[in-house]
C-alpha cells in the first residue's frame, strides 16, 4: 500500500501562490496515476488535476485550467500542483490520490485507492 502526504497548504491572498506537494511512500509513483482532489465546507469533493503514467498526459478541472499544474519528480517520489492566480474559490482541503494506471485519467474519486489527509489551502480576498 502506498502512502502519501500532502504538505504546502496555507493561507494566500487572492492572486496569490502556492505549491503543494505530495510525498509517497512504501511504492513508487511512477506506478500509478496520480491526482489531485480538493473538497470545500459543505461541497463535494471535486476532481482538480491528474497525471496519467503511461502516456504523459494530465488532465485539468475547466475551473483551474491556466492557473494550476500538476507535475511529478519520480527521483524525489513526488507529485506537485502548482496553483497560481489562486482565488477565493479554490479555498478547500487539497487531498492527492493515487490510482491504477491507465491511459485514461480518471476524474471520479472512487477510482483512486489511496489518499492523503489532505492540507488546508485558504485563499483571502
Known amino acids: 500500500q502506498v502512502q502519501l502526504v500532502e504538505s504546502g497548504g496555507g493561507l494566500v491572498q487572492t492572486g496569490g501562490s502556492l505549491r503543494l506537494s505530495c510525498a509517497a511512500s512504501?511504492?513508487?509513483?511512477?506506478?500509478?496515476?496520480m491526482a489531485w482532489f480538493r473538497q470545500a465546507p459543505g461541497k463535494e469533493r471535486e476532481f482538480v488535476a491528474g497525471?496519467?503514467?503511461?502516456?504523459?498526459?494530465?488532465a485539468y478541472a475547466n475551473s483551474v485550467k491556466g492557473r494550476f499544474t500538476i507535475s511529478t519528480d519520480n527521483a524525489k517520489n513526488t507529485v506537485y500542483l502548482q496553483m497560481n492566480s489562486l482565488e477565493s474559490e479554490d479555498t478547500a482541503v487539497y487531498y492527492c490520490?493515487?490510482?491504477?494506471?491507465?491511459?485514461?485519467?480518471?476524474?471520479?474519486?472512487?477510482?483512486?485507492?489511496?489518499w492523503g489527509q489532505g492540507t488546508q489551502v485558504t485563499v483571502s480576498s
Open positions: 512504501g511504492r513508487t509513483l511512477s506506478s500509478y496515476n
Open positions: 490520490a493515487a490510482g491504477a494506471p491507465q491511459f485514461v485519467i480518471r476524474v471520479v474519486e472512487t477510482d483512486y485507492d489511496y
Open positions: 497525471i496519467g503514467v503511461i502516456a504523459g498526459t494530465t
